[in-house]
């Protein structure tokens, strides 16, 4: 069974342009969450979709947005970029749909999207 | 709001084991414990994931405690290949939460 895909596996974006980041998520798996890691601030989560409908949301910004398709397929998109949006993007996928909260389910994560803003 | 804390980095050397313990003071009734492993440029790996007591699988053990206040990974007999970040994430059962992991536990294991 293949994993959890993410792209693309590298960008490089200037100040105040946006991007949309891509997550196939297992077969089968329904809930796709999103994270941001960066050296000083380790991972933190972004969001989280369950059948097509953000489920959990972090304390990030509205520049920071997702969605989920029929599929389970998840995107995420940051617009109007900042220096400090550089960062490793992780996409992690779930099973259990009957579990209320991403963190008490197992969570199978992507190889991430490092986005660099210059 | 359930913040964890744990030790910046450990040391250990191949055959011993590694116990690395992270504190959450506010963990709710319905939290689950659980820890991940992450290597350079990759995500996350589960290890193990528990809610109390003892939990043991073929990689790791997770003690924790009546109180619920702190966890400890247990690695028995690391090698080389378990050097690594060690992350403890404590799920909130809310409506809207901020749900982040650990600052995480650099272990590194040394011949």
Redesign the interface.
């Known amino acids: 069974k293949a994993g959890v895909t993410q792209t693309p596996r590298y960008l490089i974006k200037t100040r105040g342009q946006q991007v949309t980041l891509s997550c196939s998520p297992i077969s089968g798996h329904r809930s796709v969450s999103w994270y941001q890691q960066t050296p000083g601030q380790g991972l933190q989560f972004l969001f989280e979709y369950f059948s097509e409908t953000q489920r959990n949301k972090g304390n990030f910004p509205g520049r920071f947005s997702g969605r989920q398709f029929s599929n389970s397929r998840s995107e995420m998109n940051v617009s109007t970029l900042e220096l400090g949006d550089s960062a490793l993007y992780l996409c992690a996928s779930s099973l259990e749909a009957q579990r209320e909260m991403v963190g008490t389910d197992t969570q199978y994560f992507g190889p991430g999207t490092r986005l660099t803003v210059l | 709001l359930a913040k964890t804390t744990q030790p910046i980095s450990m040391d250990s050397y191949e055959g011993q084991e590694v116990n690395i313990t992270c504190s959450h003071n506010n963990i709710a009734t ?3 414990i ?1 820890w ?1 492993q992450q290597f350079p ?6 290890i193990i ?1 528990g809610y109390k007591t003892k939990v043991t699988n073929e990689v790791a053990s997770l003690f924790i405690p009546a109180d619920r206040k702190s966890s400890t990974l247990s690695l028995p007999r690391v090698s080389l290949s378990d050097t690594a970040v060690y ?1 403890c ?6 409506g ?9 536990t650099m272990l590194l294991v040394s011949p």
């Open positions: 319905n939290d689950y659980t991940y440029s990759q995500g996350p790996r589960f994931q992350y994430l404590v799920g909130v059962l809310s809207y939460s901020t749900l982040t992991f650990g600052k995480g």
